[in-house]
């Protein structure tokens, strides 16, 4: 398959339009046309189908340009290959989670500004469903992602993911809560206490119904807030209680209490799309955030 039809193929699922593929690459209407006909013809399949006065991708257009990719990364890799002392250049878009990007991007960036000035870090703001979209579309180049041990993610041969750090989670709780043994007996005991979980991620949630159902009963989940600074302000209230790291500072009369048997364990890690990893200005901030 010609590369050039191919990025073409790609644009279009991406702009929906022949014409702005067209204005982008700098080409006519026409040659867009016929580019993706012979695409069509290369692979045996039809890659459009008429809509109107418009044309959208077939479903087997569509995932010829999931594949266009991997593969345009690749064939850009294998020209990387060729110049390895070459200066990584480029704009590298990452999403990650709001803790994440504290503990691990902000700490770095200045240094990869100053050692290699001809790369571009952009930083978005996301949970990991929202993150992980963003990359499926091809709309970010890097992820940091969660979850936890009692509510692993769902595996993706889309993907390729790598551990960045891993943290212990409790309970917050009104300060004098008393401590119980197990995770089970602490949960048991806020059997009739309302829940706070997160509101743009299920992950928490799912710990938290597992726990309550070992522990036999259903969780009461009355708020959902994405701050951990808020859910610390509904525990001081009394609105309820929610997970929390054990290693976070609290505020006034609001405690954490470890949770055992079992551990509660949140996993962080960086996602790309598979075959993307060595393209040098991604590589280098991977090497970056896992060293």
Not at 2 to 30: E, I, K, N, P, Y
Not at 38 to 60: H, M, S
Not at 65 to 78: F, K, Q, S, T
Not at 119 to 132: D, F, I, K
Request: proline letters at 7%.
């Amino acid at each position: 398959m010609d590369t050039r039809r191919l990025q073409m193929l790609l644009h279009l699922s991406r702009v929906g339009s022949m014409r702005a593929v067209a204005d982008d690459l700098g080409v006519t209407t026409s040659t867009v046309s016929q580019q993706i006909a012979a695409l069509a013809r290369d692979v045996g399949t039809p890659l459009l189908e008429p809509v109107g006065r418009r044309v959208r991708l077939t479903p087997a257009g569509r995932r010829l340009a999931d594949h266009a990719v991997v593969i345009l990364a690749a064939v850009d890799d294998a020209r990387s290959d060729l110049d390895p002392a070459a200066e990584p250049e480029g704009r590298v878009r990452l999403a990650g989670f709001a803790t994440a990007i504290r503990r691990t991007v902000l700490p770095l960036v200045r240094d990869l500004a100053d050692s290699h000035p001809l790369v571009e870090l952009q930083v978005h703001e996301y949970e990991p469903r929202e993150a992980l979209d963003l990359l499926a579309r091809d709309e970010v180049d890097l992820v940091l992602t969660y979850d936890y041990d009692l509510a692993p993610a769902d595996a993706d041969d889309t993907v390729e993911t790598a551990p960045l750090w891993s943290v212990e989670w409790g309970l917050g709780v009104p300060s004098g809560t008393p401590v119980d043994a197990s995770a089970t007996a602490t949960f048991a005991r806020h059997r009739e206490t309302p829940w706070i979980v997160n509101s743009r991620n299920t992950a928490d949630e799912d710990v938290v119904r597992t726990l309550a159902s070992m522990a036999g009963f259903a969780p009461r989940i009355t708020h959902r807030v994405d701050s951990l600074e808020l859910v610390q302000d509904l525990v001081r209230a009394g609105l309820g209680v929610g997970l929390l790291p054990v290693d976070l500072t609290t505020r006034p009369d609001v405690e954490v209490r470890p949770l055992r048997d079992p551990i509660v364990t949140l996993r962080a890690y960086t996602a790309v799309r598979r075959g993307r990893a060595r393209w040098a200005p991604l590589a280098l901030v991977l090497g970056s955030l896992e060293r």
